[in-house]
């Protein structure tokens, strides 16, 4: 992407740019830069007055939840270092950055979102399924770990919505 971060930067500096400018079927600048893990055009664009840090794309994916849902740690960090962003939106699934950094085994990710609220590590989708289940359920032994060591109040027989609990799928899915 040689040349395309200072094209970026030329056009952020126009009095006229529209960085959230919403497009029908086209991605928001900063969520195209997050899915294609354009740090430098992120960080670029996360430093734009005009850039709304928790606007939400079709899906409803906050930047912070696309970054964790593409597995752009380092995007996920640069998001979370400017203030006010909104660790605990859901997307149109009722999925969080952490439901999406569990499936993606990204413990370091975790661990971050931790240090900003001590509670996404108990948020449910709209299937009942939480970062342990997305962990368990993908296979990511050592993320399950993580989870149960740092939220020692968790229902591990919690039922989600579908019926199933956490303990069922692992063994149907075969992780056992």
Not at 22 to 39: D, S
Not at 117 to 142: I, K, S
Request: net charge negative; glycine share 6%; with cysteine.
């Amino acid at each position: 992407m040689k040349g395309h971060h200072e094209v970026v930067r030329a056009l952020l500096q126009r009095p006229d740019i529209q960085p959230d400018l919403k497009l029908q079927k086209r991605p928001m600048p900063l969520h195209a830069a997050i899915k294609e893990g354009y740090e430098h055009i992120a960080e670029l664009l996360l430093s734009h007055k005009a850039v709304n840090k928790n606007f939400k794309d079709s899906e409803q994916r906050t930047p912070l939840t696309a970054a964790c849902a593409y597995g752009q740690s380092q995007i996920m960090r640069l998001i979370l270092s400017h203030p006010d962003i909104d660790i605990t939106s859901k997307d149109c699934k009722g999925r969080t950055a952490a439901s999406y950094a569990a499936e993606n085994g990204r413990i370091s990710d975790l661990r971050l979102l931790l240090e900003y609220d001590n509670t996404v590590l108990d948020d449910e989708d709209e299937e009942g399924q939480t970062p342990l289940l997305w962990a368990a359920m993908n296979g990511h032994v050592e993320t399950v770990r993580f989870i149960l060591e740092n939220d020692g109040a968790m229902d591990v027989n919690r039922l989600g919505k579908s019926g199933a609990m956490c303990f069922v799928l692992v063994v149907q899915r075969g992780f056992m």
